[in-house]
């Protein structure tokens, strides 16, 4: 079971360090009593119930927000499994499978992929590996997204993290990526940011709403950025 021992409350958070939840006061680092994070039980057709229950954190943000930077810090310093959505996606199309030209097109406009289809691809990953702490990054991008998840999942993510970007860091860390990926330029960067804005972003409200959203201000060094989500990973018991 996790637990949560010195609280970076999602309610009050660090003005300094400039982690905050949205639509929150920022009032400092706050140490609580210890208590167990809520654990609900898999559905039927969710995640192995013979499992121990892992601990899931939904990481958000626009395109260029350094989601996947971030979360290979993460992994290094707190033994996460990373599961890039878009990454698995991107599988899919090079293995050919029946999906790849649908997942394909999506990526080509900036559209978000018909939730089962990811969903499905982040049940399979999770049930595959042994490790009991995952960092899903860049899902839900949408409400549909969310809702399918915990329709088919059965269980909410513990935590979620939102890193905060402008739109010109953004756009210029897009373009600069080198990554030879199809959708890295301008006019697709446009649409993504136009999804973001129209269906991300009341998923990043309804995790504020539940107290479990965690915003990082995305601008500054990767080495800055990262010690803002190293304090809300510190506070939880899931160090290496
Ligand atoms: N803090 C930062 N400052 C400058 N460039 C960054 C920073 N974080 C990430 N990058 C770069 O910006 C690009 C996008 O980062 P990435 O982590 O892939 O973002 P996302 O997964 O949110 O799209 C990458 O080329 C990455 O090296
Ligand atoms: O849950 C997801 C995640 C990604 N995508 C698609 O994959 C693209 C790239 O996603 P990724 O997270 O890799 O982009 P990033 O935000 O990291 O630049 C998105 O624009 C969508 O078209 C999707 O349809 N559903
Ligand atoms: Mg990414």
New binding site residues.
Partial sequence: MWRRVTFLSPLFSSSKSSVSVLNQPACGLMTQKVYSTEILKPAKGGVSPSKKTPFITFVL?????G??TQCAKIVETFGFTHL????L??KEISSNSENAVM?LN??K?????S?EV?VKMIQRAIESSENDKFLI?????SEE?RITYERIIGTEPNIVLFFDCPEEKMVKR?LS?NQG?V??NIN?FKK?LE?FTALNLPVIKYYSGKGKLYKINAVGTEDEIFEQVRQVFAAYEVIK
């Fill in positions: 943000g626009g395109p260029g927000s989601k996947g890039s959505a878009g990454d996606l991107r997942i999506k990526i406009e900036g559209k978000i992929v939730p990811t990054d860049g899902f839900p991008r997204n897009v990526r990926r959708d890295d697709t993504r999804v």
